[in-house]
């Protein structure tokens, strides 16, 4: 299976800043996902990353809020913008290549003061 | 909305013994399902995973079982060990309709904690 790298693995933040959360695949993927991972909680699917156009956002997730790119078929990023608090979570980096099971990456744990 | 759920939260189990993970789903259109395994600060790793017509799959020491009747799928795992330690989540698979790729998303139960008692 595709190795996932996340990048930062974790981080502390000041609320209202901004943080780019990258993720970079060792081989081409089809499918790239954003989740998010409350404390204690299961995942929820932030949005789909689609190569060379606008990801496709899930249901209380806005592109203002949650800005993706995904440049080519191995890297995309994840920033969330202006943090408060409520932001605290881990945010998983997931690929999917044909019909192969989705994997995901060690994750990034963000705590916002 | 349809959602994935799981009946037990927490389960111990003696070091040995056989673990029973259970997962309710109510999504009949799903076709799709995957058992993932997530230890304590990592990513969920792919266990196993099984399709719509099939109604049992084994891997090694695990073996997920697919009740489409009552909408029911388990996760068996033999002669558990401490570190088979983790929490465990189905996930079903949801067929997009807006992607021309035939992209999917998964929906994820809420988890179960399993504890390995030496």
């Known amino acids: 299976s595709a190795v996932i790298s996340q990048k930062p693995s974790r981080d502390i933040c000041q609320r209202g800043t901004s943080l780019t959360i990258q993720c970079q695949v060792d081989?081409?993927?089809?499918?790239m996902f954003w989740y998010r991972q409350q404390p204690g909680q299961s995942l929820t699917l932030i949005a789909t990353?689609?190569?060379?156009?606008?990801?496709?956002?899930e249901s209380g997730f806005v592109i203002d809020k949650f800005p993706i790119s995904r440049p080519n078929l191995t890297f995309s990023t994840l920033t969330v913008s202006n943090m408060s608090p409520e932001d605290s979570s881990i945010y998983l980096c997931?690929?999917?290549?044909?019909?192969?099971?989705?994997?995901f990456g060690d994750g990034t744990r963000l705590s916002i003061l | 909305g349809e959602s994935v759920g799981l009946h037990l939260p927490t389960l111990s189990v003696q070091e040995g013994d056989n673990s029973i993970i259970n997962c309710a789903y109510s999504?009949?259109?799903?076709?799709?399902f995957i058992w993932y395994k997530q230890e304590s600060g990592k990513g969920p790793q792919f266990i196993i995973d099984?399709?719509?017509?099939?109604d049992k799959r084994q891997g090694q020491r695990v073996t997920v079982l697919l009740n489409k009747t009552v909408k029911h799928l388990s996760l068996q795992i033999a002669a558990t060990q401490p570190g088979d330690s983790a929490v465990y989540f189905c996930?079903?698979?949801?067929?997009?309709?807006?992607?021309?790729?035939?992209?999917?998303?998964?929906?994820f139960g809420k988890g179960t904690k399993l504890s390995v008692i030496p």
């Open positions: 997931s690929v999917r290549q044909g019909e192969q099971p989705q994997h």
């Open positions: 081989s081409q993927v089809t499918m």
């Open positions: 990353a689609n190569q060379g156009s606008e990801a496709t956002y």
């Open positions: 999504n009949s259109a799903s076709d799709y």
């Open positions: 099984i399709r719509s017509n099939m």
């Open positions: 996930a079903e698979n949801m067929t997009l309709a807006y992607s021309g790729a035939g992209s999917y998303q998964l929906t």
